[in-house]
């Protein structure tokens, strides 16, 4: 079959020359021409086109046609040139005998033609023989191009329970062959996998349904081979596959189903209101909108004391609570609940129907629960200024469960911080600790608490106490009032309208009755009968040089029960006014202004007053400092005398052989106590009476003292230490001083010291080994 289109090809690939070919002489033999130069009568340089096969397969290069003039005698001396697209690259001629070749394998579908242009010239000279004439090198096309899909893999989708020839895509392969020429462009599309289910149209490529009412739920993916094909789909012809992959799209033909006729759930008596119970699910085969669910409740065999609701996200059933449970009451409940579809294709409505039903038994179980007040809330009223203890209400509350056990009221101390009230902790009743003031606070708002005595179970419940009004409190005047008279008023003026509040809360509303203390000779009242007064001259020739102010004592009474009533004051100033009642000056300046005086001299006035008291506090502190004396006239203070010994004592061991103590308290000395270091003489030592504490003369002493400074003017105005040195009458451990000893050393015994001690030896034999001398 290829030899054949090659020599079909070989044969349309001869140029065709109008008149560049010698042509043949009528009655002339091909011998004869070949013998001898024919010369032609007229000269033609005109051809249309070559065809050259594509894809050449043979040994060196490949012939395209032959160039020939009329005017080339085949002497040599005719040279043949050729340009153009692929000129001395892909084609080549012989300039001598026309020929040309191509010099590699083409391809139609990189190129299906090439425009050339030759010309004949002569080799010698250079002279035109044939003018450029173009012509045209076509390719003849082969089948050598597999038809292709515009992709390898395609993606397409199909409703569930489609009829018979349902459109699902198209595909479209594509071959780059001439399909101008032959069958090597003309496709057949075919299916090689996905029968019974789908098929495709051969000239369209469009894949349609083969079978009815494929179901999703029973396979879903589908994978289709098509296959395209070119020879018009006869054997020997190119082919090229794409996958399509097809998904059955869901659509609601599955109704939903319970996987149980019953269903058993618990659920304790202390569920709070809105939570839940349990779950319940149907099972749906579709998917999407298609498998959404909605549950309710048909029936139920008491009270209305569950719901249901639908979860959106898990397509579950929830049964809450919607009354509170009572185990004690009721401890079995049973539910019929249905599920429905909420999208329904009406045009698979002969599948259903579409919803189900289910039966839910929901039992109650036991809970020790915390006492149960009779009200949410407790409101009472009472009275302030009640007395302490008085009853203000009763709470009630009981143990719900069937056991009954005890209940304590207490109060919340946090509700109650002031301690203003009390409960009885067996009945529950609440009194007052304290009289209440209803003006301080209206309402009084604590919590109680019932305690469970046997599992210590609380509840609480608010209690709102409101203290009713008792007319306690008398009125006064609604404001500060700034009253003034002119001086030129007249009898009968009004001066100021006043007016009154009460912090008591009326029955209806306030009646206020006002009245002066007493009988005024200036100004009288005038009562209003609106809650105001108002207050009027007596007189006139009002004057600020005989009186500036008046007080005026305004009785202001009530009409409850009992009556209240108290006396405000209304303070009436005396003014300057102008003709027009306007004031111009109530200050006691402005009448020292009318007397002749200006600022300034009272200014100097005042000045020199300050000036002559600091003078004379100056001159009374300077005497006063000038007759106290100091308590010690002497240069010589005893406090800075020192007075030096050189006896050396008795060392580290020598700690009961004297007692400093002596000294320092002359009140608990011992003459006789006991020492450590030598034998007693006495077992039993006497005991001394401590003297009489009464030293007058120090007493007296301090006491002079002390009013001294009290009296002193120049003492600082602060507390101060004052410190004086004094040395008292009689003390029981004499004076130390060396002045009233005796004459004479003989006057006294050392032998003492030789009965204390080693630490002492040292000082005996001093004053012992004196005096035997002095004796002898």
Request: aromatic fraction near 8%; charged fraction near 25%.
């Amino acid at each position: 079959m290829i030899t054949n289109q090659l020599a079909l090809l070989l044969l349309l690939s001869v140029p065709e020359w109008s008149s560049a070919l010698i042509r043949p002489v009528p009655g002339i033999s091909k011998a004869e021409r070949d013998g001898r130069t024919l010369h032609r009568t007229k000269r033609g340089w005109m051809w249309n086109s070559f065809f050259l096969l594509e894809e050449w397969t043979g040994s060196g290069k490949q012939y395209v046609g032959k160039l020939h003039s009329d005017m080339d005698s085949e002497d040599g001396s005719i040279k043949y040139v050729l340009t153009g697209d692929g000129a001395g690259t892909i084609f080549e001629i012989d300039e001598k005998s026309g020929d040309i070749h191509a010099t590699r394998r083409l391809d139609r579908e990189e190129k299906a033609s090439y425009t050339l242009s030759a010309k004949a010239i002569n080799k010698t000279s250079g002279q035109v023989l044939e003018r450029a004439s173009d012509f045209v090198i076509k390719i003849h096309d082969i089948n050598d191009n597999e038809p292709k899909f515009s992709k390898d893999t395609y993606v397409a989708s199909v409703p569930e329970m489609s009829n018979v020839g349902a459109f699902v895509m198209r595909v479209t392969a594509t071959d780059a062959d001439d399909e101008s020429y032959g069958n090597s462009a003309k496709l057949v599309y075919s299916i090689l996998q996905g029968q019974p289910y789908f098929s495709v149209e051969p000239e369209t490529g469009v894949i349609r349904t083969a079978l009815p009412n494929m179901i999703r739920e029973n396979r879903e993916h589908y994978q289709v081979v098509i296959q395209a094909k070119d020879m018009a789909g006869q054997m020997g012809g190119l082919s090229g596959t794409a996958t399509v992959n097809i998904t059955l799209l869901d659509v609601n033909n599955s109704p939903p189903r319970f996987p149980h006729n019953i269903y058993h759930l618990t659920t304790p008596e202390s569920a709070e209101v809105g939570s839940s119970v349990g779950r319940i699910k149907a099972n749906d085969a579709d998917a999407g909108v298609n498998a959404e669910m909605w549950y309710s409740i048909l029936e139920n065999d008491g009270p209305d004391v569950f719901s249901m609701v639908t979860d959106a996200t898990s397509q579950e059933g929830v049964i809450t609570v919607k009354k509170p449970l009572d185990y004690e009451s009721r401890r079995m409940y049973s539910l019929r609940v249905q599920v429905t579809n909420t999208h329904v294709d009406p045009q698979f409505s002969h599948l259903g129907p579409f919803s189900d039903t289910a039966t839910v038994r929901i039992a109650v179980t036991d809970v020790d629960e915390p006492p149960v007040f009779g009200r949410s809330h407790y409101i009472f009223e009472v009275d302030e200024n009640a007395p302490p203890g008085s009853s203000v209400g009763t709470v009630t509350a009981r143990d719900p469960d069937a056991a009954n056990h005890l209940v304590k009221y207490t109060i919340d101390r946090h509700t109650d911080l002031e301690r203003l009230f009390s409960i009885n902790s067996n009945n529950g009743t609440i009194s007052t600790l304290q009289a209440l003031d209803r003006e301080t606070s209206k309402w009084h708002n604590i919590s109680v608490l019932a305690t469970e005595i046997s599992t210590s179970l609380q509840t609480r419940v608010p209690v709102f106490i409101k203290v009713q009004d008792v007319n306690d409190n008398a009125p006064e005047f609604a404001m500060y009032y700034e009253t003034f008279v002119c001086e030129n008023a007249k009898a009968g003026e009004l001066i100021q309208t006043i007016s009154a509040v009460d912090t008591d809360e009326p029955v209806v509303a306030h009646k206020f009755v006002f009245s002066l203390s007493t009988v005024n000779p200036n100004f009288t009242i005038y009562d209003n009968e609106d809650n105001t007064a108002r207050i009027l001259t007596r007189r006139g020739g009002f004057s600020r040089h005989e009186m500036s102010s008046y007080v005026l004592p305004v009785v202001i009474s009530d009409n409850e029960y009992p009556i209240q009533s108290s006396t405000s004051t209304l303070t009436v100033r005396v003014c300057a006014c102008d003709r027009s009642r306007n004031v111009q000056s109530c200050s006691t300046e402005a009448l020292l202004l009318s007397a002749g005086l200006s600022t300034g001299a009272l200014v100097a006035i005042l000045l020199c007053i300050i000036i002559l008291l600091m003078i004379v506090v100056l001159f009374a502190a300077l005497r006063r400092q000038k007759k106290k004396e100091p308590l010690i006239i002497s240069k010589e203070d005893v406090r800075d005398n020192v007075v030096s010994y050189n006896d050396e004592g008795g060392g580290e061991e020598d700690t009961q052989a004297f007692d400093i103590g002596t000294l320092r308290n002359p009140e608990v000395i011992d003459t006789n106590k006991m020492r450590r270091d030598i034998i007693p003489e006495m077992l039993f030592p006497f005991r001394r009476i401590s003297p009489i504490k009464d030293n007058t003369d120090v007493r007296d002493f301090i006491t002079g003292r002390l009013q001294e400074n009290d009296s002193d003017p120049t003492a600082p105005p602060y507390d101060s230490l004052a410190t004086y040195a004094y040395e008292g009458n009689g003390s029981l451990a004499e004076s130390l001083s060396s002045l009233e000893s005796a004459a004479t050393e003989g006057d006294q015994d050392f032998d003492y010291l030789s009965h204390w001690g080693p630490p002492f030896k040292k000082l005996a034999d001093m004053y012992i080994g004196k005096e035997t001398p002095r004796e002898t």
